[in-house]
Nanobody, 127 residues
Framework: QVQLVESGGGLVQAGGSLRLSCEASGRTFSSYVMGWFRQAPGKEREFVAAISWAGGSTYYADSVKGRFTLSRERAKNTGFLQMNSLKPEDTAVYYC????????????????????WGQGTQVTVSS
């Protein structure tokens, strides 16, 4: 069993920055990824980014590439999503997630590939 707890959301003006954290407990992530998703009101949950926990390889949705950066601190089982140059369209509830097994580049972008989810943290970007 895995527990995920996000923190770091808030209200920021367009062009500003926020850093989200996701602390995992219950199982090591040595062979898995940590995924990040977001869901805006009335929209489906969409893939934002993912990081390979062992090697640190990162993958980003085109909409955030160049603005968002993933990192992780393995000793603390914590992942980070640094969000810069935020736009009003980035407004959403952000979730971190962990799958029950390894994923391909295609499946890591699919919410149903993940079994464990954090509670979500609200990010609001004002124009």
């Amino acid at each position: 069993q895995v527990q995920l707890v996000e923190s770091g959301g808030g209200l920021v003006q367009a062009g500003g920055s926020l850093r989200l954290s996701c602390e995992a407990s219950g199982r090591t992530f040595s062979s898995y990824v940590m995924g990040w998703f977001r869901q805006a009101p009335g929209k489906e949950r969409e893939f934002v980014a993912a990081i390979s926990w062992a090697g640190g390889s990162t993958y980003y949705a085109d909409s955030v590439k160049g603005r968002f950066t993933l990192s992780r601190e393995r000793a603390k089982n914590t992942g980070f999503l640094q969000m810069n140059s935020l736009k009003p369209e980035d407004t959403a509830v952000y979730y971190c997630a962990a799958p029950p097994l390894t994923l391909t580049m295609a499946t890591m972008q699919v919410p149903s590939s993940y079994r464990y989810w954090g509670q979500g943290t609200q990010v609001t970007v004002s124009s």
